[in-house]
T-cell receptor
Framework: DVKVTQSSRYLVKRTGEKVFLECVQDMDHENMFWYRQDPGLGLRLIYFSYDVKMKEKGDIPEGYSVSREKKERFSLILESASTNQTSMYLC?????????????FGPGTRLTVT | GQSLEQPSEVTAVEGAIVQINCTYQTSGFYGLSWYQQHDGGAPTFLSYNALDGLEETGRFSSFLSRSDSYGYLLLQELQMKDSASYFCAVRDWGNTPLVFGKGTRLSVIA
């Protein structure tokens, strides 16, 4: 079974702090994604990556950056956390061969910025 | 741009059949996926349609009409555990990310 893990289930940070959210997958997937999920807004793509050291902006990249130094790990960075970044953050991965239609999601990190 | 429309909420009775519709407007289209998400859980993949017609997986079926830019998820013999949010998602050509709808919250009542 594919396993996608995220570093924290719940996180509370203060405004202005630098925040790191880590995601690791164990299926050698090429594609990795970061989404945020807010009530009524569904899943919105922040960044994605097709390969090591490769990144592409999604629909809402402002205020975020990412890092992919190893194939299995994709990190989301909030350079200076703000209250409007309080949300559920979901990481996902998929294989290049299988296409992006079947993505495997991690359990999510619920981030609260105070 | 791409947009997907699905009802925000649906309520159905245990044992019944429910259909969750999804219409899409996209610049490119390769296929339609469906995901299930229970409260507090992660989305999990249910089905994928690249061709017109019905795909059946147990109690769940998914349908696609490319000419109508329309698809639906059909859940039969509803159980209480089917109460969850259901998302449709469009796949464009190539290795591009999915675009998700805003989700339909299904409540199954006794």
């Amino acid at each position: 079974d594919v396993k996608v893990t995220q570093s924290s289930r719940y996180l509370v940070k203060r405004t202005g702090e630098k925040v790191f959210l880590e995601c690791v997958q164990d299926m050698d997937h090429e594609n990795m994604f970061w989404y945020r999920q807010d009530p009524g807004l569904g899943l919105r793509l922040i960044y994605f990556s097709y390969d090591v050291k490769m990144k592409e902006k999604g629909d809402i990249p402002e205020g975020y950056s990412v890092s992919r130094e190893k194939k299995e790990r994709f990190s989301l960075i909030l350079e200076s956390a703000s209250t409007n970044q309080t949300s559920m953050y979901l990481c996902a991965s998929s294989s290049l061969e299988g296409g992006t239609y079947e993505q495997y999601f991690g359990p999510g990190t619920r981030l609260t910025v105070t | 741009g791409q947009s997907l429309e699905q009802p925000s909420e649906v309520t159905a009775v245990e044992g019944a059949i429910v259909q969750i519709n999804c219409t899409y407007q996209t610049s490119g289209f390769y296929g339609l996926s469906w995901y299930q998400q229970h409260d507090g859980g992660a989305p999990t993949f249910l089905s994928y349609n690249a061709l017109d017609g019905l795909e059946e997986t147990g109690r769940f079926s998914s349908f696609l009409s490319r000419s109508d830019s329309y698809g639906y998820l059909l859940l039969q013999e509803l159980q209480m555990k089917d109460s969850a949010s259901y998302f449709c998602a469009v796949r464009d050509w190539g290795n591009t990310p999915l675009v998700f709808g805003k989700g339909t919250r299904l409540s199954v009542i006794a």
